[in-house]
């Protein structure tokens, strides 16, 4: 049975990952014609020559231009009779215990339109030249074969132009990034000491770079060996001192002595090697390579990936029998944090620190973890703020399902022993912790806006004052009521915490836009306890209609150094003025329906409201108001009442405003902050 070239090559796929794969496969067949090689160890040698293409589509930094082809030139035993024959057979079985599977000439072909092969050799006491050519479509092509005058083995393998548009753009890296994968590919070699000599030269400048030299940086730090579900398992730990751009530290996977696909990022497996370790006051960087006959087992084909699932969850039936890559990187990395456990205690010890001055100055929802060690040991090291929020957000939330799932069985059983009071009572006060979580973020939110209050109400570089819209803003929305808006929108608490309960709340809004009192007069706010006046269908309250229950109405006026003044060359006005007409509107106009037809009720005896808020209380106005029966406050504040309406006025500054706020909340902050 034959099959085909062309067939075989078309079931190679390769990806962007893959650029430097067939040049890597060129590679290795020569250190396999190398290691049948009678040659000293020391006269074992491999030249790699990079011919250069076009710039890419999208350049780069550096303008490295693509790569056109390779020529990899060894003096291994070459193509004699038993190689050129396995050569010539798809899946050849003659070099399996050199690892070869038969299939990497294929992967040649699937990059790379032209494949020749010039091979010097001796075979039998006499020497050899053969040169031929591989290609899909005629497939083997003898061009010389016959005795040969020079004696010196020799082969060239040359591959150019490359036919894959993905792989030709990737292609534009460097002589390094060239050098350091070929060294990552042939590592196992390196280890097991069978790595010749290899430089790869870039002949668009001459630069060389010498692979053993780049191995010279690398020391092998540990080999260690281990087991899963029957199958065993090696890998290498090899250390790099820091330097130059490199921020990881990797991971690679092996099978027939070669890396296979790109390497994992270790921190991914375990966060805390996210950064150079630490040894003998010394930065390093891990290169750990993985072997097994499982993974010899489990490779492609293709040698770019290898049949095993990802994760234990991806496994279609439940085979325990199964191995996952999770279950290797997960025994890796418990051995890794053995074998380091100065370094892994040092850098837990930090990230438990930097994890609770995050809930301390940032995050104080979490407050109630900065005295569980358990939770604050359980947090991966090394984690992005973002990260850190939402794995904090995943304890706290399974946290709190589990223990109100407690207390809801336990009133749902009321089962009544020891052991579940006992449980019932700790379950409590963890829920109570999660309580005060909430409140300690809650009051941080509210701590926040009362720093930008007061950025608000400090003049500007240029002497500006906020506009009295900007306060108000802050306050509550402009034109905007409930029904636009949730509570957690408005911050009304600023002026009086008993206001942030009223049913209806109105914002710049003519008293006709929200109720049947015909009048063009605007407020800045209006608080109602009965939402029902007003044609809000989406108040609430504890009666749809009646008697309004009380009525509280904010003025608020610009800051600046003239808002405090209704007319700026006379300052005899009453404070009253900003306030009871609209008191007016409601308690002298007809009787008031709401928007289903049912009756309100509003009388002069109705409990009214009615604030001023300014940003200068000048003494002539003060004096004048005194006068008009204004009263002053231990405060600093100013108000009247007039019995007969029942109507409580007062007058204040934006600052006295500001100060009363904080002393409600610094009792809270102090202990919630500190």
Request: net charge negative; aromatic share 12%; charged share 30%.
């Amino acid at each position: 049975m034959e099959v085909p070239v062309k067939n075989l090559v078309e079931t190679v796929d390769l990806t962007a990952e893959d650029v430097l794969l067939p040049m890597l496969e060129c590679v290795v067949n020569s250190i396999i014609s190398l290691q049948k090689s009678q040659l000293p160890a020391n006269e074992k040698k491999i030249q790699i020559q990079i011919t250069r293409g076009d710039l890419p589509e999208k350049l780069n930094f550096d303008n490295v231009k693509t790569i056109s082809g390779f020529k990899v030139i060894d003096n291994g035993v070459g193509f004699n009779n038993n190689n050129y024959k396995s050569f010539q057979t798809p899946f050849s079985q003659i070099n399996k215990d050199f690892g070869c599977k038969g299939i990497g000439r294929f992967t040649v072909l699937a990059a790379y339109k032209d494949f020749l092969v010039d091979s010097n050799y001796l075979e039998d006491t006499t020497w050899y030249i053969r040169k031929f050519r591989f290609s899909t479509e005629k497939e083997l092509e003898i061009i010389e074969f016959g005795n040969s005058q020079a004696e010196q083995a020799k082969t060239v393998v040359e591959i150019q132009n490359c036919t894959n548009h993905i792989l030709i753009e990737k292609s534009a890296i460097s002589l390094l990034q060239i050098s350091e994968s070929i060294m990552q590919h042939c590592f196992i070699y390196y280890l097991n000491n069978s790595l010749p000599r290899i430089e790869v030269i870039d002949l668009e400048n001459n630069e060389v770079e010498v692979i053993n030299e780049l191995f010279q940086k690398v020391s092998k730090e540990k080999e260690r060996d281990f087991s899963l579900k029957e199958e065993d398992f090696k890998f290498y730990i090899t250390k790099t001192l820091k330097e130059g751009n490199r921020k990881n530290n990797y991971l690679y996977y092996c099978a027939n002595n070669r890396t296979v696909g790109n390497p994992k990022n270790i921190k991914n497996i375990n966060s805390i090697f996210s950064y150079p370790v630490l040894i003998d006051n010394e930065y390093y960087f891990f290169d750990i390579y993985v072997v097994s006959e499982y993974l010899n087992k489990k490779v492609f084909k293709t040698r770019n990936g290898f049949n095993i699932p990802k994760e234990r969850e991806n496994l279609l039936f439940d085979d325990d029998n199964t191995i996952t890559f999770q279950d290797i990187e997960e025994y890796i990395s418990s051995i890794l944090e053995v074998e380091y456990d100065n370094f892994v205690k040092t850098a837990r010890h930090k990230n438990i620190e930097n994890v609770k001055y995050y809930i301390s100055h940032k995050a104080p929802r979490f407050n109630s973890f900065l005295k569980n060690p358990e939770i604050l040991n359980s947090i991966p090291p090394n984690l992005s703020e973002d990260k850190l929020e939402e794995h904090l957000y995943k304890i706290s939330f399974n946290a709190r399902r589990k223990v109100e799932n407690n207390i809801e069985r336990f009133i749902k059983t009321k089962e009544v022993n020891e052991d579940a009071i006992g449980q019932i009572i700790n379950d409590i006060k963890a829920k109570t912790a999660y309580d005060v979580d909430s409140l300690a973020d809650y009051m941080m939110r509210r701590k926040a806006i009362i720093n930008l209050f007061d950025k608000f109400l400090d003049a500007d570089e240029n002497g500006d004052y906020k506009l009295e819209e900007d306060v108000h803003n802050l306050i509550f929305p402009l034109g905007l009521t409930n029904n636009d808006l949730e509570y957690e929108n408005h911050n009304l608490w600023i002026l009086d915490e008993r206001f942030i309960s009223y049913k209806f709340i109105a914002s710049d809004k003519s008293i006709t836009s929200f109720s049947q009192t015909k009048s063009r007069k605007e407020t800045d706010l209006i608080l109602i306890d009965n939402p029902q006046m007003f044609n809000n269908p989406i108040s609430f309250g504890d009666k749809a209609s009646g008697e309004v229950n009380s009525m509280v109405i904010f003025e608020f006026k610009r800051p600046g150094d003239v808002a405090h003044q209704k007319n700026k060359t006379d300052y005899r006005w009453e404070f009253s003025e900003l306030v009871e007409p609209y008191f007016e509107e409601f308690i002298y106009q007809p009787i008031k329906k709401n928007y289903k037809g049912n009756q309100i009720i509003l009388k002069e005896t109705t409990p009214k409201f009615g604030y001023i808020i300014l940003d200068f209380i000048p003494e002539p106005l003060a004096r004048y108001n005194k006068n008009k029966g204004w009263k002053a406050t231990p405060f600093g504040t100013y108000f009247k009442i007039e019995a007969e309406l029942n109507l409580h006025l007062e007058v204040m500054t934006f600052r006295q405003l500001l100060d009363a706020s904080k002393q409600r909340h610094n009792p809270f902050f102090d202990k919630l902050f500190t």
